[in-house]
């Protein structure tokens, strides 16, 4: 009897354990804090990148090199703090093309990690005005881990790195102002860099409806000031989480209409069809003892 109690009190405190467990694990989608994974090549400026995002209120530094070696951390290195007023959770990550590490095995932790967050932005980082062949190697990388999925394309942005880097290499006439020039150049690079990368992924297979609505942000516009490129990339960062979430809300309506309009067909064979098809995608819902689409 002593025996089965122990056992019934080791299955309680298990049950228990396991509800704990899940509760720390189950939240809402709009509790969890929106994570940012930031990817590229060795070099780009990933690390520098996570520290402009956060500023004072990192966590941690993110470590940044000097470009030449890569930086010794994690595959996946975990930042907090917030961007722009929002606490987010960024990942710094370890650069591809390092030729002590396989390329296709770190894609492959990434694809992972984007699956455990619900709310969600990759930042694909190349440099502003990165080699020919340098970004020919990197399409043909993104291409063959994220194909032709809309689900993994659709989380992503483009990130234009070291743009602080740039130099006019013509003279100005001395009236004009060489940041406005400068800034306008950057901003003719950024469109250039899209088709022609755009170019090369649907080379490599790549559906070219999906590359189009890819956004393509610039980072480091200058040293003296960061908020001419830092709120307009948390803008677009936003922009893509809501595009994320009418896309899952209306794949939840075509799904709900589909199977009404199939339940609706055999009940009422002639009507059924359209109508379960329309209370499919708008559902009711009941609260409070009244009903609202």
């Known amino acids: 009897m002593a025996e089965g109690g122990e056992i019934a009190t080791c299955n309680e405190e298990a049950i228990q ?3 704990t467990i899940m509760q720390d694990t189950i939240q809402e989608p709009d509790e969890d804090p929106l994570t940012i994974i930031i990817i590229g090549r060795t070099g780009v400026g990933k ?4 520290n402009s995002l ?20 994690d595959i996946l290195e975990k930042h907090e703090g917030l961007f722009c007023g ?33 709310r969600l932005i990759v930042l694909i980082c ?8 340098t970004n020919c190697r990197f399409a043909k990388l993104l291409a063959r881990h994220f194909g032709d999925s809309y689900n993994k394309w659709k989380k992503c942005i483009f990130v234009l790195t070291k743009a602080n880097q740039y130099i006019l290499k013509e003279k100005t006439v001395d009236e004009a102002d060489p940041e406005t020039i400068r800034k306008t150049k950057i901003d003719i690079l950024k469109e250039e860099w899209k088709i022609v990368f755009g170019k090369r ?8 409806k999906i590359i189009s609505g890819r956004p393509v942000c610039i980072a480091g516009l200058n040293d003296s000031s960061s908020n001419d490129w830092i709120k307009p990339l948390f803008e677009k960062c936003k922009s893509v989480e809501e595009a994320q979430k009418y896309s899952a809300s209306s794949g ?31 559902p009711l819902n009941i609260k409070n003892g009244s009903m609202t689409r």
């Open 252 to 282: 939840r309506k075509l799904r709900g209409a589909v199977t009404g309009a199939a339940v609706g067909s055999v009940v009422l064979p002639v009507v059924g069809a359209p109508i379960g098809f329309g209370a499919g995608w708008y």
């Open 126 to 133: 190349q440099k502003l005005e990165e080699s020919y062949d």
């Open 86 to 118: 929002e606490q987010v959770v960024v990942y710094d990550t370890k650069g591809l093309g390092n030729p002590r590490l396989d390329d296709d095995d770190l894609m492959k932790h990434y694809l992972a990690a984007m699956r455990q967050s619900s």
């Open 47 to 50: 690390s520098a990148l996570v």
């Open 201 to 208: 992924l649907r080379e490599y297979g790549v559906p070219g």
């Open 17 to 19: 354990q396991e509800d």
């Open 54 to 73: 956060l500023g004072d209120t990192i966590d941690r530094e993110a470590i940044v090199t000097d470009g030449l070696r890569p930086t010794d951390h």
